[in-house]
């Protein structure tokens, strides 16, 4: 499906060569490495490499036209009618031309950002609006100064609603693609300790994730956790809509409870809702896509048959089973102080099993801090768990806390996860949960996977 003509392109990049009048563009890629249908290639630079060099690989693979830094001279292989518009950096053009895309569309924009939880919350949002709406959201962890303008380039025309995940690291990061997607909706789904390394406290945090705010439609709506004290500053308008526990919130969660398998809750809308999902923070996320849903002219019956059936992005609080039926709560995808304790919480809170097993990974970004933060995930580690077990250099503070506290738990630190997996054997059997969380790069996922293959051979 065409997504715009050349001869659009050139009300936004006035320099080129070529014919327009015969070229169609159908998507728009980075990578010479994809197959693609009559492609704009966007050859970006990097540290260590440089897209302009690969120019001949993307036309091999169906590129039909190329943005070109105007500085770098073509190369003499390449066709007299490739359609190729000049430049002064081909990021920003990226940038730019995401923006036209947006405005040409037109759809409903929704950005998500927070410390912990903008990947579920975009999975709840993207599940309630798809169930009334022709929407499109970013896929995978595509949500950078990159990810963010090539998720928007390539939604299809019909496009209704588009839900944009948009993580950060540093200061200006979030202003940046608040101003390419001119949201109509924001939504900050909490404050945590996430790149505290970079930002310095949790007030710089907030202050980052605020950045929302800045290309946010001046009649648009934020969504906000409403328990976040960091955000409580915010001016109380006809514009904020906030979600939480306690009794100021717009959307106030009630009566929480939490099953094996499922989380109920009541909204103080008068409504009750279930999802796939376990724990309180998770009802939360489920709350700021009803706050939205509801915004958007949504029923009551659209939105709870959604939430029902949720599916979402792997190694996110993912239920499995392991070997000799042994239930695995895999959240290993990324971690923070907040969302550890939070995934620990439910662990205490799920019923029905005798012996409950904590698998617990270094978190990174933290910075000066880091020992103590991970010290402090020991607040919440009572008599209820069965056994932690830690691997890494800094989560051996959450060991030593554990100790102080007087904690009578199996308590160990491993170096390898080799000796890890060894000491989870006596636990695998219907009678464990076990949960596995850490960072990304710890790759705990990989633990995760020898139980899961373990239990699929002896199946055999």
Same mark, same amino acid.
């Given at each position: 499906?065409?997504?715009?003509?050349?001869?659009?392109?050139?009300?936004?990049?006035?320099?080129?060569?070529?014919?327009?009048? %015969?070229?169609?563009?159908?998507?728009?890629?980075?990578?010479?490495?994809?197959?693609?249908?009559?492609?704009?290639?966007?050859?970006?630079?990097?540290?260590?490499?440089?897209?302009?060099?690969?120019?001949?690989?993307?036309?091999?693979?169906?590129?039909?036209?190329?943005?070109?830094?105007?500085?770098?001279?073509?190369?003499?292989?390449?066709?007299?009618?490739?359609?190729?518009?000049?430049?002064?950096?081909?990021?920003?053009?990226?940038?730019?031309?995401?923006?036209?895309?947006?405005?040409?569309?037109?759809?409903?924009?929704?950005?998500?950002?927070?410390?912990?939880?903008?990947?579920?919350?975009?999975?709840?949002?993207?599940?309630?609006?798809?169930?009334?709406?022709?929407?499109?959201?970013?896929?995978?962890?595509?949500?950078?100064?990159?990810?963010?303008?090539?998720?928007?380039?390539?939604?299809?025309?019909?496009?209704?609603?588009?839900?944009?995940?948009?993580?950060?690291?540093?200061?200006?990061?979030?202003?940046?693609?608040?101003?390419?997607?001119?949201?109509?909706?924001?939504?900050?789904?909490?404050?945590? $300790?996430?790149?505290?390394?970079?930002?310095?406290?949790? %007030?710089?945090?907030?202050?980052?994730?605020?950045?929302?705010?800045?290309?946010?439609?001046?009649?648009?709506?934020?969504?906000?956790?409403?328990?976040?004290?960091?955000? $409580?500053?915010?001016?109380?308008?006809?514009?904020?809509?906030?979600?939480?526990?306690?009794?100021?919130?717009?959307?106030?969660?009630?009566?929480?409870?939490?099953?094996?398998?499922?989380?109920?809750?009541?909204?103080?809308?008068?409504?009750?809702?279930?999802?796939?999902?376990?724990?309180?923070?998770?009802?939360?996320?489920?709350?700021?896509?009803?706050?939205?849903?509801?915004?958007?002219?949504?029923?009551?019956? %659209?939105?709870?048959?959604?939430?029902?059936?949720?599916?979402?992005?792997?190694?996110?609080?993912?239920?499995?089973?392991?070997?000799?039926?042994?239930?695995?709560?895999?959240?290993?995808?990324?971690?923070?102080?907040?969302?550890?304790?939070?995934?620990?919480?439910?662990?205490?809170?799920?019923?029905?099993?005798?012996?409950?097993?904590?698998?617990?990974?270094?978190?990174?970004?933290?910075?000066?801090?880091?020992?103590?933060?991970? %010290?402090?995930?020991?607040?919440?580690?009572?008599?209820?768990?069965?056994?932690?077990?830690?691997?890494?250099?800094?989560?051996?503070?959450?060991?030593?806390?554990?100790?102080?506290?007087?904690?009578?738990?199996?308590?160990?630190?491993? $170096?390898?996860?080799?000796?890890?997996?060894?000491?989870?054997?006596?636990?695998?059997?219907?009678?464990?949960?076990?949960?596995?969380?850490?960072?990304?790069?710890?790759?705990?996922?990989?633990?995760?996977?020898?139980?899961?293959?373990?239990?699929?051979?002896?199946?055999?």
């Amino acid at each position: 499906m065409v997504i715009f003509t050349a001869d659009w392109l050139t009300t936004i990049f006035k320099h080129y060569r070529g014919n327009v009048k %015969q070229v169609s563009i159908e998507e728009v890629t980075t990578d010479s490495r994809k197959k693609t249908d009559n492609a704009l290639f966007i050859p970006l630079i990097g540290e260590k490499f440089d897209g302009h060099d690969y120019i001949e690989q993307a036309i091999d693979h169906g590129a039909v036209a190329a943005i070109w830094n105007k500085n770098k001279p073509l190369p003499s292989f390449l066709p007299k009618n490739f359609l190729v518009f000049f430049v002064d950096d081909t990021l920003q053009a990226l940038q730019r031309l995401a923006r036209g895309y947006r405005n040409k569309i037109n759809p409903i924009v929704i950005g998500i950002t927070g410390s912990n939880g903008k990947t579920t919350t975009k999975d709840i949002v993207t599940a309630v609006l798809s169930s009334k709406y022709k929407t499109h959201a970013t896929e995978g962890n595509l949500n950078n100064h990159i990810g963010v303008p090539l998720t928007i380039l390539s939604m299809m025309r019909d496009t209704e609603m588009l839900v944009l995940e948009m993580g950060m690291n540093h200061f200006n990061e979030i202003d940046l693609l608040s101003k390419i997607a001119s949201p109509d909706y924001a939504i900050i789904t909490n404050i945590g $300790e996430s790149h505290l390394e970079f930002l310095g406290s949790r %007030q710089g945090i907030a202050q980052a994730k605020l950045e929302i705010t800045n290309g946010l439609k001046s009649d648009g709506k934020l969504i906000i956790d409403g328990d976040e004290k960091l955000l $409580e500053h915010i001016e109380v308008s006809n514009n904020i809509i906030k979600c939480g526990f306690r009794h100021s919130n717009h959307f106030i969660i009630e009566n929480v409870l939490v099953k094996p398998e499922r989380t109920r809750f009541h909204l103080s809308n008068g409504m009750d809702y279930s999802i796939p999902l376990l724990g309180k923070h998770h009802a939360k996320n489920a709350s700021y896509a009803i706050a939205l849903g509801k915004q958007l002219g949504m029923n009551d019956a %659209q939105i709870k048959d959604a939430l029902n059936n949720l599916r979402l992005t792997s190694m996110r609080f993912e239920m499995m089973k392991g070997v000799n039926g042994v239930s695995i709560i895999n959240d290993a995808y990324n971690a923070s102080p907040t969302s550890m304790k939070a995934a620990i919480e439910v662990v205490k809170e799920i019923p029905g099993y005798e012996k409950k097993v904590l698998i617990l990974g270094d978190i990174f970004e933290l910075g000066a801090a880091s020992y103590e933060m991970h %010290q402090s995930i020991a607040d919440v580690i009572d008599q209820s768990i069965t056994a932690l077990f830690t691997l890494g250099n800094n989560i051996i503070g959450t060991n030593e806390q554990v100790e102080k506290n007087k904690m009578k738990i199996i308590n160990q630190h491993y $170096e390898s996860k080799d000796d890890l997996i060894k000491a989870l054997t006596p636990y695998l059997n219907k009678d464990t949960i076990i949960l596995f969380k850490a960072s990304r790069g710890m790759r705990l996922e990989s633990v995760v996977e020898t139980i899961i293959t373990s239990d699929e051979s002896i199946d055999d």
